[in-house]
């Protein structure tokens, strides 16, 4: 589950084709994983610029995990973001990574 700190939703990361890496029956994901509408949805409405959440991002996710590479970039994990370039404050995290 992701969640962008100006939205008032949360919203699901997407992974539209699987890398063939899983933990515990979930798919792993990398830093690549970052485009809007692929992998990325909307959060509602933006509190910053208020009017419906349009994301747009144009870099991949920070803090992967470097000694976990899926498809030759670093894993996703729980603290990892990305920043939306609509407003300074609009960090994207992953607020629930699926894994019990």
């Given at each position: ?39 990325i949805s909307t959060f509602g409405v933006c509190e910053a610029r208020d009017k419906p959440c349009e994301p ?45």
């Amino acid at each position: 589950m992701l969640r962008c700190a100006c939205g008032s939703h949360p919203n699901m990361l997407n992974l539209p084709t699987s890398h063939g890496m899983y933990i515990k029956g979930q798919p792993l994901m990398n830093i690549g994983d970052s485009k809007v509408g692929d992998n990325i949805s909307t959060f509602g409405v933006c509190e910053a610029r208020d009017k419906p959440c349009e994301p747009e991002v144009h870099m991949e996710w920070m803090q992967g995990k470097p000694d976990l590479l899926v498809e030759g970039k670093p894993a996703l994990i729980n603290c990892s973001y990305v920043n939306c370039v609509h407003h300074e404050s609009g960090i994207i995290y992953i607020e629930d990574d699926g894994q019990k």
